[in-house]
């Protein structure tokens, strides 16, 4: 540990550094975001839900057994989302905490089918998030855009359903700028699914399933060979097979690293058992995100705080984590410049006595 972090003074400096730093995230889910704040208003609306609205017992409510505990979890806040005014609430609210965070850039993954298969009308479904989308920037500042991902475990009629969402041009929105798939790894296999992320990507999207999450290395290699993967959503197990890392620092595919995710979902034991080290050390493109904040009682600030203790790193350090995440974005080259820049000019004015 550094002599900064290792004193009190040094961690709140090292806190207060990361809550001002302009940031990008990469990796963060649509439903996953929802704060107690904004499933007290959802729950509110909808009063036969299962889910607590009381903070309290939210906080035991989201404290999972395994990974596929918390995929029924995140299904019942699926199901406090039942209208086009609700999508576009959850997507407004989840900017707005962005913006307190200083995140100035976001590609929030989506699950349409959830929603649409619920009855919620497909139009009035992308009218919601594109609106809110335009709010948000307008009033937080903060850039949104799209992932729509597969929810892999509901099988091929969802992949076929999420494909036609995102690439009808009557109803693809806007801000969509990348495919995905998630949910469970285990029975799940990834080559399923070359069909629909080949039409994807023709259709001018950008590949960036979840691979390596709960499963080995051997999903990862499915994910960049079947699915052409750009960017690849946790890629944990990468650790485990030296060839890969190599060839995921070859050829720029950056990690989705989300560690507390990682922990809360127990596809890692502890902290200090993250590979989050061993990426870096082999020279893999990481960046920070911070998957289902609420779920796992985290923040992107918070999953900043946990990078800088696990690599050890100073200002310099957590800047250049954050301008890897817009590096590795889907921002056009003018917008990443721009984020860049800002993201200098923050630590040296910081760093400047
Ligand atoms: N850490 C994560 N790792 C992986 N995925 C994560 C993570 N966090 C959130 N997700 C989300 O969970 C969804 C899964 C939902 C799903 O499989 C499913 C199956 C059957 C029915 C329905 C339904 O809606 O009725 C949904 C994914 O699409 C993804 O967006
Ligand atoms: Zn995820």
Redesign the pocket.
């Known amino acids: 540990m550094t002599d900064q972090l290792s004193t009190r003074e040094g961690v709140r400096d090292l806190h207060t550094f990361i809550a001002g730093l302009p940031k990008a995230e990469l990796h963060v ?4 975001s929802a704060s107690p704040r904004i499933v007290s208003t959802l729950a509110a609306r909808h009063p036969d839900s299962q889910v607590p609205t009381d903070p309290e017992a939210l906080a035991d409510y989201f404290t999972f057994t395994d ?1 596929a505990h ?2 029924q979890v ?2 019942s806040v ?1 199901d406090l989302i039942r209208t086009p005014e609700d999508v576009r609430l959850l997507t407004y609210e989840v900017a707005r905490d962005m913006a307190r965070q200083q995140v100035r850039y976001a590609e929030l ?3 349409p ?2 929603s649409t ?2 009855g919620i009308d497909e139009r009035a479904f992308m009218d919601a998030i594109e609106d809110a989308r335009k709010a948000a920037e307008a009033e937080f500042g903060v850039v949104l855009r799209w992932c729509f ?6 099988g091929l009629e ?1 992949a076929e359903e999420t494909l036609r969402l995102a690439t009808d041009d009557r109803l693809r929105p806007e801000g969509l700028v990348s495919f ?5 790894e285990i029975g799940v296999p990834r080559p399923q699914f070359k069909p629909y992320f080949d039409q994807a990507i023709a259709a001018g999207l950008r590949s960036v399933p ?1 691979a390596g ?2 499963t080995g290395p051997e999903t990862v290699w499915d994910a960049l060979n079947e699915l052409r993967a750009e960017r690849i ?2 890629g944990t197990s990468s650790a485990q097979d030296p060839k890969l890392l190599a060839h995921l620092a070859e050829h720029r595919i950056a990690l989705e690293v ?1 560690p507390t ?1 990682n922990i809360a ?1 127990r596809a890692v034991r502890t902290f200090d058992e993250h590979p989050i080290k061993e990426f870096t050390r082999a020279g893999v493109l990481v960046t920070i995100n911070s ?2 904040p609420p779920m796992f009682g985290t923040d992107l600030n918070n999953e900043y705080a946990v990078a800088a203790r696990l690599l050890d790193l100073d200002e310099l350090g957590l800047a250049a984590l954050a301008k890897n995440a817009v590096q590795a974005s889907f921002l056009d080259p003018a917008g990443k410049t721009r984020l860049t820049e800002e993201i200098d000019t923050y630590a040296s004015a910081w760093l400047t006595p």
């Open positions: 889910h649509h439903v996953g990974f918390f995929i995140y299904l699926v993954t989506i699950t089918w959830s298969r619920r991902d597969i929810p892999g475990e509901a969802a995905g798939l998630g949910g469970p979840h999450e709960t959503g946790h989300c995710s979902t998957d289902d």
